[in-house]
């Protein structure tokens, strides 16, 4: 017969390529040519043998790598006979050599050809993927399943393709491969990330456990299975498994760390404080870690008072075993805060020693004191630290800040021009400057500041309301309100803005309606506001009305103490009321004051408003 002829053939050219390639591992040779030779048979049943002598030729190029020639012998096997084998095998190896758009052409042909094999169904997911064609492929993979619902590889693939963009799908997908397979580790380690991802962590706490029946004994597992507890809220569930942890290995670090977090997320600050202070007296622990723990802690204590102490003490601890800049500060602003100056200035001294040069330390200190709003700090702070860093932008910037909060104007002045030197671009430090000026009455000069911080941030309500008061003080009233209508356009709830442009028309004696509707505004927000009681006082005052007045005024004495221009317009309502001695009196009371006052100085002295 013909086909016993070609076969005969087929086996002597094996046994040629045997003698070429010497010794070299005849078994798998044979093996593979039976191989080959077999699923030639089933693939070219009624085929012409050129065809078949085509497809072996490529056959055996492919065992031995050359895809290359492969390819080339089973194009010219296509041409003689189009099975849907040749296809698949063309698909295959364009594949491997990343040619994709002709693995697509030929492995759609394949399936066109025979639907049944799941093989070619297979290749086709394959390209598809590599392709990054996501939606084709989870399609051919969904044909799979239906052909083979039992196919673990093709929900597998499935559920990975989902996992970006379809993560509850990928979840659905996976939960069907552990009903088929019972638990895996990798199938759930996927399921609760994706859980976890969703930002569903009582689930993936779930999936975790389910590991952990895998490997009981698994810490860094118990540890996951603790994190997410923690995120999911069941705290009392983390620390349990943290708890099991500590059991098998007390000396764990890291679940002490673990741990003192956890006591953390509940606001339990003095049991992690427990926690900590165990990490803190191992020698094994870095410095830097020692340090972040302590400064979690300083920052704590600045709004609840009752920390300070354990956070001396961790402090304390870790000064014990080394000398370095930042504990020596630390400790010297928690001096400050226990009032204790001389250990302050002690440990202050030591950090500039330990390390002068790093500008970061005054300023992360200085920094933290301002946000706190603790300004006579910040400035004993960074009092010291312009010495060392006068052109640096930073200590010069919240230094300048400081004396401004603590209306030392004068001072503020000095670091706040140098910060605008060092960064001419900086609002917050041009707007502070141009304020500063105004305070000290350089108001010409205040109002160019001003306008070129408007000229970076020209929708700023505040810096608006600021060129208004420059405005009003210096009497320029078409000016003044056209800012402070601009800014309430922008803000129209703004206590402060209300209150300032209000007073503005009160002592101009104008539109007393509206003034008196923008200080009721002003009041509701802040009703124990003195200044804002004393406007709404004056505008009653200007309207007529001196009983409501004085009662506004007298508010304000009481909730903000006496202050000189509060006691003035008190004097004023009273004279006019015809209480003239109570006027002369509070008139007196504002001069003691503010001695350089020379309008009260003419109202005591001719006893007349």
């Known amino acids: 017969?013909?086909?016993?002829?070609?076969?005969?053939?087929?086996f002597a050219a094996a046994i040629f390529l045997l003698l070429v390639n010497g010794c070299s591992a005849p078994k798998e040779i044979l093996k593979?040519?039976?191989?080959?030779?077999?699923?030639?048979?089933?693939?070219?049943?009624?085929?012409?043998?050129?065809?078949?002598?085509?497809?072996?030729?490529?056959?055996i190029a492919e065992t031995k790598g050359d895809l290359s020639t492969a390819i080339s012998y089973y194009l010219q096997a296509l041409k003689l006979d189009s099975k849907p084998g040749i296809y698949y095998a063309l698909a295959k190896d364009y594949l491997n050599?990343?040619?994709?758009?002709?693995?697509?052409?030929?492995?759609?042909?394949?399936?066109a050809l025979d639907s049944t094999k799941i093989d070619y169904f297979e290749l086709l997911s394959d390209i598809y993927t590599n392709a990054r064609q996501?939606?084709?492929a989870a399609v051919v993979l969904s044909k799979i399943i239906s052909m083979d619902s039992s196919n673990v590889e093709a929900y597998y693939k499935l559920a990975r393709i989902y996992e970006t963009n379809r993560p509850a799908k990928a979840i659905s997908i996976y939960q069907t491969i552990t009903n088929i397979i019972g638990p895996d580790w990798n199938v759930l380690m996927h399921v609760s990330e994706l859980q976890a991802g969703q930002e569903n962590f009582k689930d993936a706490a779930a999936s975790v456990k389910q590991i952990l029946t895998l490997d009981p004994g698994n810490a860094a597992l118990k540890k996951l299975l603790a994190e997410y507890y923690q995120r999911a809220k069941m705290y009392d569930e983390a620390v349990k498994v943290i708890d099991d942890v500590l059991v098998s290995n007390p000396d764990d670090l890291d679940a002490h760390d673990r741990k003192a977090q956890i006591y953390l997320s509940e606001n339990k600050w003095d049991t992690a404080s427990e926690e900590y202070s165990y990490i803190l007296k191992q020698h094994n622990v870095p410095l830097d870690l020692k340090i972040r723990i302590g400064a979690t802690y300083f920052e704590r204590s600045l709004k609840d008072s009752s920390l300070l102490p354990v956070t001396k003490d961790f402090f304390k601890t870790i000064d014990k075993d080394t000398a370095n800049w930042q504990v020596k500060m630390y400790l010297g602003a928690i001096a400050l805060n226990e009032k204790n100056d001389p250990d302050a200035i002690e440990n202050f001294k030591a950090a500039t020693q330990l390390a002068s040069w790093n500008v970061e330390a005054w300023v992360r200190l200085g920094g933290l004191y301002f946000d706190n709003k603790?300004?006579?700090?910040?400035e004993k702070v960074l009092h010291e630290a312009v010495i060392y860093f006068p052109e640096d932008f930073r200590v010069n910037l919240i230094l300048g800040l400081s004396f401004a909060q603590l209306n030392k104007n004068a001072e503020a002045k000095v670091n706040l021009k140098k910060a605008v030197e060092l960064n001419p671009k900086d609002v917050t430090a041009i707007s502070a400057y141009g304020y500063t000026l105004s305070q000290l009455k350089e108001n010409d000069e205040a109002v160019v500041y001003i306008k070129r911080a408007l000229s970076f941030t020209p929708e700023d309500a505040n810096l608006l309301g600021t060129l208004g008061l420059i405005y009003d003080g210096q009497k320029k009233w078409n000016e003044c309100d056209s800012v402070y209508e601009k800014a309430l356009s922008i803000d129209s709830s703004s206590a402060l803005l209300n209150n300032n442009f209000a007073y503005s028309l009160s002592e101009r004696g104008i539109k007393l309606d509206r003034a008196l509707r923008m200080a009721k505004i002003a009041i509701k927000a802040e009703p124990d506001n003195s200044a804002y009681l004393d406007t709404i006082g004056w505008i009653y005052f200007k309207a007529g009305d001196f009983n409501s007045a004085i009662e506004y005024i007298q508010k304000a004495l009481k909730v903000g103490g006496e202050k000189p221009d509060i006691l003035e317009h008190l004097g004023d309502i009273q004279y006019k009321m015809g209480e003239r001695d109570k006027a002369k009196s509070s008139w007196q009371k504002a001069l003691d004051l503010d001695k350089n006052n020379i309008e009260l100085k003419q109202k005591i002295e001719k006893g007349e408003n």
């Open 1 to 10: 017969m013909e086909w016993q002829k070609f076969m005969s053939r087929f």
């Open 134 to 136: 996501n939606d084709s």
């Open 97 to 111: 050599l990343n040619k994709l758009p002709q693995a697509l052409e030929y492995s759609k042909k394949a399936v």
């Open 32 to 59: 593979v040519n039976k191989t080959e030779s077999e699923a030639s048979n089933a693939i070219f049943e009624d085929s012409s043998k050129s065809a078949m002598e085509q497809f072996i030729n490529g056959s």
């Open 374 to 378: 603790k300004y006579d700090e910040a």
